[in-house]
């Protein structure tokens, strides 16, 4: 049964002015950890926020608020999911590689493809704390898989840290499955797919 709280939750597309909020979410999706990783020497989380919030602003970027989704309490944002079609990977990577290099000091242009031609990658999925345990994830994983179908992909795909039970017990709760291993950021994680 949905919690009643989740009626006042509304799931919209994002807006440009929406970046800050979004980029705080991305961040609490990656972790700091994952932050840090991207970061060059001398770089902090409070340099990787203005590249994400930057990078959100952006309409040629992965984290593009054009490929997110906000779950809205009134006029706060209060959750989002971020997600593309995987063929578009390395195009819309090209944004990050560059301000990586000049915001943080650090060349990622190496990094491996996280996703491939035939999904809709949902990079990143977060809700603020406070809002958490009231069907507000699980709400957004299903627009992001209405957006795949609008989009005529056949899957949502998406990477899970193998330290994160939770979050795969939430994703096979919707209907994910397992499909392979892969490493994002420094870390191990599953494949998974809808």
Known sequence: MMNLELKKIKICKATKEQASEIARLIMIAM????????????????????????????EDSQYSYRNTLVAMDGHQVVGCSVSYDGS???A??????KAAKEYLGKDHSGMEDETQAGELYLDSLAVLPEYRRQGIARALLLATKERANQHGLP???LL?????????????????????????????????IL
């Open 88 to 90: 578009q990977l390395h």
């Open 31 to 58: 972790t700091d950890e994952c932050c840090l990783y991207f970061c060059g020497e001398g770089y902090g989380l409070d340099d990787f926020r203005k590249m994400m919030t930057m990078l959100v602003e952006q």
């Open 160 to 192: 899970v840290d193998t330290d994160n039970p939770n979050g795969e017990a939430l994703y096979s709760s919707v209907g994910f499955r397992y499909v392979g291993d892969n490493r994002w950021g420094g870390h191990p994680m599953k494949h998974m």
């Open 155 to 157: 899957h949502v795909g």
């Open 92 to 97: 819309l990577r090209l944004a990050f590689i």
